[in-house]
C-alpha cells in the first residue's frame, strides 16, 4: 500500500485536498485518515483529560473551569505556552501514531492508496512511515486572513499558530509534490486532479 502524507501550513486546504483527491479514485482503492481528527478524538477521553490537565499544572498553566476540562483553554494556551505545548505533544503524537498504524492495518486489502493528514509533520519530526510527503502551501497573508475571517479566530491567536508552525516556504522544500492554494478554485482542483492522475499510475 501506497502512503501519502499530506502536510502543509495551517488554513492551505489540506482537508479540501484531500477531500477532492478520494473522488477520484476507484471506489475502496483510497482510504484517509486525519490526525486532526485523531486528536479530536483522543481529547474526549476523559483519561487523556486527565493527563493533560497534570502536565498542566506541572507547567503551571491551567485549562480546565468549574465545568472540568476545556477545550477552548487547551488550544489557547497551546500557542501561548511552549512548554506546555511540548507536554501536550509528547503525550497525543504516539496516541495518533498508533491510531494511523492500527487503521492501516485494518484496511481492505484491496486499498492501494492511504493518504494521511498530517499537519505538523515537520514541526515534531512526526515519524509516520509515508512514501511521498505532499504539502498543501499558501502565502503567508491568506492564511492569515482564512484564519481571521473564514475560521472567525481572534488576530492574536491567528498569529500565535502561525508563529508556532515551521514557515510553509521551508515545508515547500522538504516536499516531494507541492500543491499551491492560492489562487482560484478551479487552478487547485486542476493540480489536484492531476495529482490523481499520477497516484492511479501507480497501481495501473
Do not use: Y
Amino acid at each position: 500500500m501506497f502512503r501519502i502524507a499530506v502536510s502543509g501550513g495551517v488554513a492551505c486546504g489540506k482537508s479540501l485536498l484531500v477531500e477532492r483527491l478520494v473522488r477520484f479514485f476507484p471506489e475502496g482503492k483510497m482510504a484517509r485518515f486525519d490526525c486532526d481528527a485523531a486528536v479530536r478524538g483522543l481529547l474526549e477521553e476523559n483519561s487523556v483529560q486527565e493527563v493533560l490537565m497534570a502536565r498542566a499544572s506541572e507547567s503551571g498553566v491551567s485549562i480546565s473551569s468549574g465545568n472540568g476540562f476545556e477545550k477552548a483553554l487547551l488550544r489557547k494556551v497551546l500557542f501561548e505556552n511552549s512548554t506546555f505545548r511540548e507536554k501536550v505533544e509528547s503525550e497525543l503524537h504516539p496516541r495518533v501514531l498508533s491510531c494511523v498504524e492500527i487503521f492501516a492495518e485494518e484496511l481492505d486489502s484491496g486499498t492501494r492508496v492511504l493518504v494521511i493528514e498530517v499537519p505538523l509533520l515537520f514541526e515534531v519530526e512526526f515519524p509516520i512511515r509515508r512514501d511521498m510527503v505532499l504539502v498543501v502551501a499558501a502565502s503567508a497573508e491568506s492564511q492569515m486572513r482564512r484564519l481571521v475571517e473564514d475560521r472567525q479566530l481572534p488576530e492574536d491567536l491567528a498569529a500565535n499558530i502561525l508563529k508556532s508552525q515551521m514557515p510553509v516556504d521551508e515545508k515547500m522544500r522538504r516536499a516531494d509534490i507541492v500543491a499551491w492554494n492560492e489562487g482560484s478554485l478551479d487552478s487547485f482542483e486542476a493540480q489536484i486532479e492531476h495529482l490523481a492522475d499520477r497516484c492511479i499510475s501507480l497501481f495501473n
